[in-house]
Nanobody, 126 residues
Framework: QVQLVESGGGLVQAGGSLRLSCAASGRTFSRYAMGWFRQTPGKEREFVAA????????YYADSVKGRFTISRDNAKSTVDLQMSSLKPEDTAVYYCAADLSPVNVIRTRLEEYDYWGQGTQVTVSS
């Protein structure tokens, strides 16, 4: 079992920045890949960013590339999402997810992730 708890969401103006954090517990954190997804009402949950066991490589959705940065601290069992140049269309509930596959690869599909956090709301005002 893996428990994931997100934090850091909130309200920010367009062009601003937020840093989300996800704290993991329950398994050896350095042995699973992590991802961030987001969801708005009426839409499917979509991939945002992912990072493998060691922290490199990383992978981003085109919509956030160059603005968001995913990172992890295996000593602290945390994965962060630094979001900059935020846009109103970034408004969503953001979820972190853990991929416990024994293969150290980055995945972008929902069904490939095994555990999910409860989500944190990010609202970007125009």
């Amino acid at each position: 079992q893996v428990q994931l708890v997100e934090s850091g969401g909130g309200l920010v103006q367009a062009g601003g920045s937020l840093r989300l954090s996800c704290a993991a517990s329950g398994r050896t954190f350095s042995r699973y890949a992590m991802g961030w997804f987001r969801q708005t009402p009426g839409k499917e949950r979509e991939f945002v960013a992912a990072i493998n066991w060691s922290g490199r490589p990383t992978y981003y959705a085109d919509s956030v590339k160059g603005r968001f940065t995913i990172s992890r601290d295996n000593a602290k069992s945390t994965v962060d999402l630094q979001m900059s140049s935020l846009k109103p269309e970034d408004t969503a509930v953001y979820y972190c997810a853990a991929d416990l596959s024994p293969v150290n690869v980055i995945r972008t599909r929902l069904e490939e992730y095994d555990y999910w956090g409860q989500g944190t709301q990010v609202t970007v005002s125009s």
